[in-house]
């Protein structure tokens, strides 16, 4: 899958988190302070192919990875948002969970927060509103949020 951009080398850069099967990823084009990404290392395109143990795996990493985000970025809610299939607006064929860290007042309307999803995730077209974060200011978020999990890689 030389295509997709989740299987290029270069993701672990954006990795923060690891479980044996999933990674948590920083979105380099953030509509909120903490949105990050979970997604399998091994290119799945749906939910559905992810077996038995794997599910409870994702969930669980959910867990983890939610409240880590919360606490740090002192969120008030969060929302987790899957698009599975085109129909859906899945735009990267990599199956992956957005992770978004709410505030108070953070957005316009409530579900603002959707429509940016459509956009690429980490090759970013620059429209809307949504700020892209440098290479330095990617590194250093990575490297915060690092901090906190212990991964190294
Ligand atoms: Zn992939």
């Known amino acids: 899958m030389d295509a997709c951009?989740?299987?290029?080398s270069g993701i672990i850069t954006h990795v923060f988190a690891e479980t044996n099967h999933f990674w948590a990823v920083y979105n380099r084009a953030p509509i909120l302070p903490g949105h990050s990404l979970i997604l399998p290392k091994k290119h799945y395109e749906s939910f559905f192919e992810l077996d038995a143990a794997e599910r409870l795996e994702?969930?669980?990493?959910?867990?983890?990875t939610g409240r880590l985000l919360l606490?740090?970025?002192k969120g008030e809610?969060?929302?987790?948002?899957?698009q599975d299939g085109?129909?859906?607006g899945q735009t990267v064929v990599h199956l992956h969970f957005h992770l978004m860290v709410r505030y108070?007042?953070?957005l316009p309307e409530p579900g603002s927060w959707y429509r940016a999803l459509?956009?690429?995730?980490?090759?970013?077209?620059?429209?809307?509103e949504r700020t892209i974060l440098s290479v330095s200011e990617m590194h250093e978020m990575v490297t915060s949020l690092r901090g906190l999990t212990g991964f190294r890689k």
């Open 58 to 64: 994702l969930i669980e990493f959910i867990d983890s």
């Open 77 to 82: 809610g969060f929302n987790l948002a899957l």
């Open 5 to 8: 951009p989740f299987c290029q």
């Open 86 to 88: 085109w129909l859906a």
């Open 104 to 106: 108070e007042q953070d």
């Open 118 to 128: 459509f956009l690429d995730e980490l090759e970013p077209t620059g429209e809307e």
């Open 71 to 73: 606490h740090h970025f």
